[in-house]
Nanobody, 125 residues
Framework: QVQLVESGGGLVQAGDSLRLSCAAS????????MGWFRQAPGKEREFVAA????????VYTDSVKGRFTISRDNAKNTVYLQMNSLKPEDAAVYYC??????????????????WGQGTQVTVST
């Protein structure tokens, strides 16, 4: 059974940076495409970023382009989300997710087979 555990969330001020980590266990991480999603209070969960299992292709939602960077370290079975220039609207619970079946659309929640429990990011003004 694949398990995903996020960490790195916290309370920061607008303009600060955070790096989220998602550690995977129980599967062959190098075969998983990975995604980050977020959910703010009262809103639906939304796509943030994804990286293919090859590590050579990434995609971002428009609102985080140029500020967030997704990366992976297969030796550590970990995917990261570097978040810079944080804004109050970035505040949410951030979830990582894994696709083990080489699906095409990494922006869709339904693509992913496994989910973490989430980590809270709070951005104060």
């Amino acid at each position: 059974q694949v398990q995903l555990v996020e960490s790195g969330g916290g309370l920061v001020q607008a303009g600060d940076s955070l790096r989220l980590s998602c550690a995977a266990s129980g599967g062959t991480f190098s075969r998983f495409s990975m995604g980050w999603f977020r959910q703010a209070p009262g809103k639906e969960r939304e796509f943030v970023a994804a990286i293919r299992f090859t590590g050579s292709w990434t995609v971002y939602t428009d609102s985080v382009k140029g500020r967030f960077t997704i990366s992976r370290d297969n030796a550590k079975n970990t995917v990261y989300l570097q978040m810079n220039s944080l804004k109050p609207e970035d505040a949410a619970v951030y979830y990582c997710a894994a696709d083990s079946r080489y699906r095409a659309n990494l922006r869709e929640e339904s693509t992913y087979d496994y989910w973490g429990q989430g980590t809270q990011v709070t951005v104060s003004t």
